[in-house]
């Protein structure tokens, strides 16, 4: 199977791109992290991956067409697409200016549907597509421009699942809560300094719930190999929200 994972140069990304790498070829998009991308590249390609790096801005939808003819050259072909890139610059709503909530969504939501509308040419008919989501897109956040993209994955995941689940194409979301990476110790950041509710001892809450970025990509690579999932948002916070 050839995979490309967006975002993999580092935190969850990172951890997909290798755990795949055992038993897949993989594509590890990056934006800016050149280094990190090719320290994945080097680690996939000891595992017995063949393994590249290929550089887009997701915002940028023509950068989005090249990379992805690229990784079709590249790999000879593309089997499943892990929208994984995301970034967080969480503020209070009353806050959040123009530009940052238009970098949040642009780059959450509107970069993976870029991704995805490109890729699905190539995917089809039994392709995998799997979104990286959040627990804040189900459950709320005091983050209104993180919990708003990651809740329009989980729309764009089952309005794909049902517009091209009857073709073959599998589409799933997968939905993390609290994950040891450096994003997250931001957004711990914030909810300490707005004091959010439910979440008033920090200390002692979250470590209960906290996954280790391997658990997001073992669920991935579950749902890869799965193919009776369809139009799911399966959670992976160990019990701090049900549905």
């Not at 089997?79 to 940052?100: H, K, M, R, S, Y």
């Not at 329009?152 to 194409?169: D, I, N």
């Not at 994950?179 to 110790?185: I, K, Q, R």
Request: glycine share 10%.
């Amino acid at each position: 199977m050839r995979v490309l994972v967006t975002g993999a140069s580092q935190g969850i990304g990172r951890s997909i791109a290798l755990t795949l790498a055992e038993d897949h070829d993989i594509a590890v998009n990056y934006r800016t992290s050149a280094d990190n991308a090719a320290e994945v590249v080097e680690a996939a390609t000891q595992k017995g991956s063949d393994a590249i790096a290929v550089k887009a801005d997701i915002r940028d939808s023509e950068a989005v067409e090249s990379m992805i003819i690229e990784v079709v050259d590249e790999l000879g072909g593309l089997d499943a697409l892990v929208n994984n890139a995301g970034i967080v610059d969480p503020d209070l709503a009353t806050e959040i200016d123009d530009e940052q909530w238009g970098r949040v969504l642009d780059t959450n939501l509107t970069g993976a549907f870029y991704v995805t509308r490109e890729a699905i040419p190539y995917l089809e008919p039994d392709g995998d597509i799997v979104f990286v989501s959040s627990i804040g897109g189900t459950g709320g956040t005091v983050d209104a421009s993180y919990a708003a993209s990651k809740a329009g994955l989980h729309g764009l995941t089952r309005s794909l699942a049902r517009e091209y689940g009857s073709q073959g194409l599998q589409v799933n979301a997968v939905a993390p809560g609290p994950v040891d990476t450096a994003m997250n110790e931001t957004i711990l950041e914030h909810l300490e300094a707005v004091e959010f509710r439910g979440h008033e001892d920090l200390g002692t809450h979250l470590p209960e719930y906290a996954c280790q970025p391997e658990d997001i990509a073992h669920t991935i690579e579950y749902l890869l190999e799965n193919d009776h999932v369809q139009g799911e948002i399966v959670n992976v916070n160990g019990g701090m929200q049900f549905r």
